[in-house]
Nanobody, 127 residues
Framework: QVQLVESGGVSVQAGGSLRLSCAAS????????MGWFRHAPGKVRAVVAA???????SYADSVKGRFTISKDNAKNTLYLQMNSLKPEDTAMYYC?????????????????????WGQGTQVTVSS
């Protein structure tokens, strides 16, 4: 079974930076994309960033220029570097492995039957 475990979420001040990590175990198909979802109370859950097997990336408009997604295949680890954090970035962040293209993943609010996800890590940005 595929397992994804997120870490790195803490409370930070606005303007600060964080790096989230996602440690993966089990087999994930090379055709799957890896990404980060986030969900805050009262807001729709959506993809923040994703990366495919070729290294191509996509980002939600709200985080473009501030967040960077990357992966280290040798370590089976996915990262999300978050800079210039804003209070509206406060959310539970979930690592996910999704079957589909970057364009398809961008429309998703959750993984469902299309892949795997972790239990999340909380990011809180205070002003």
């Amino acid at each position: 079974q595929v397992q994804l475990v997120e870490s790195g979420g803490v409370s930070v001040q606005a303007g600060g930076s964080l790096r989230l990590s996602c440690a993966a175990s089990g087999y994930i198909f090379a055709s799957y994309c890896m990404g980060w979802f986030r969900h805050a109370p009262g807001k729709v859950r959506a993809v923040v960033a994703a990366i495919d097997s070729n290294g191509s990336t996509s980002y939600a408009d709200s985080v473009k220029g501030r967040f960077t997604i990357s992966k280290d295949n040798a370590k089976n680890t996915l990262y999300l570097q978050m800079n210039s954090l804003k209070p509206e970035d406060t959310a539970m962040y979930y690592c996910a492995a999704v079957k589909g293209s970057l364009a398809t993943i961008a429309t998703m609010t959750w993984v469902g039957d299309f892949g795997y996800w972790g239990q999340g890590t909380q990011v809180t940005v205070s002003s």
